[in-house]
């Protein structure tokens, strides 16, 4: 048994990915754990960032958390809103420009759909996985955050920035024509943009996730509602665990909750 607090997958770029889950004192391989039951009790809740059982808000930290710390600035999931290239501070000027000036992706990926969003470059191919793309291909390299979103600004009303989680844990996805969709977006994007298109741009990145088998439905698990739960891990996508009874478990969704894991065949 491990107990611990949750926090999102660490993934590896193999063939197939591989999955590690911190429970503080221990690491979990998660891969080989496909194909036996696991256990989840819910023992409660630890914000992230203070480190106090209190309950949480969003993005795993309690309410007061979410609204002072750096980590969860307007910026983070709106890029167009990054300031630190004015030398202007949102919550924490020597963070965020750590993190806003740095070279930055914008990219097409395809879980669900085909969509558009922004990563740090570092962050490659781990956001990817994250989010269950099986295909992706890189538009833009930029040196900094807020013109990744501004990129990503002026493409969300031709390609969606968002996943639809269920029939990426389905695995239903429409074949792209990736040589258009790159075309399109690339005509799609302010002039002063173009320039920054990477290198390696139409290079087409595919990923492999570890799944024996995917649901035919998709039941999430809540925690609140269902403390405790066993079924048969049958595989991982993104950030999901999925479960031969068509349980799915998103492991980030649940970021900051105490809980004890188990697993035996």
Not at 30 to 47: A, D, E, F, M, Y
Not at 63 to 79: H, I, N
Not at 208 to 232: D, H, I, M, R
Request: proline share 6%; glycine share 6%.
């Amino acid at each position: 048994m491990f107990e611990g607090t949750l926090k999102k997958m660490i993934t590896e770029a193999q063939s197939p990915i591989n999955y590690f889950l911190d429970m503080g004192s221990d690491f979990v391989h998660v891969n080989p754990c496909i194909g036996k039951h696991l256990t989840i009790s819910h023992l409660g809740s630890q914000c992230l960032n203070c480190s106090q059982e209190l309950p949480l808000f969003r993005q795993g930290f309690c309410k007061s958390c979410f609204f002072e710390t750096p980590l969860a600035g307007d910026w983070v999931m709106r890029p167009e809103l990054s300031k630190a290239h004015l030398g202007q501070a949102d919550r924490d000027l020597e963070y965020e420009t750590k993190m806003q000036l740095q070279p930055h992706i914008l990219y097409l990926a395809l879980s669900s759909h085909l969509k558009v969003g922004v990563t740090r470059k570092s962050q490659l191919p781990t956001r990817w996985i994250d989010q269950g793309a099986h295909e992706a291909m890189v538009l833009l390299e930029v040196p900094n955050r807020y013109l990744a979103g501004v990129g990503e600004v002026a493409l969300k009303d031709h390609f969606s920035d968002k996943t639809n989680w269920r029939k990426m844990v389905q695995n239903e996805s429409v074949p792209i024509d990736w040589e258009d969709a790159f075309n399109r977006a690339l005509d799609l994007l302010p002039k002063d943009l173009k320039p920054y298109m990477n290198p390696t741009a139409k290079e087409l990145q595919k990923l492999e996730f570890p799944v024996q088998s995917y649901p035919s439905k998709a039941a999430s698990l809540n925690l609140s509602k269902t403390p405790f739960y066993e079924g048969k891990l049958m595989g991982i996508r993104g950030q999901y665990l999925l479960f031969e009874d068509q349980t799915v478990f998103n492991v980030r969704s649940n970021e900051g909750q105490r809980i004890k894991l188990g697993f035996h065949s």
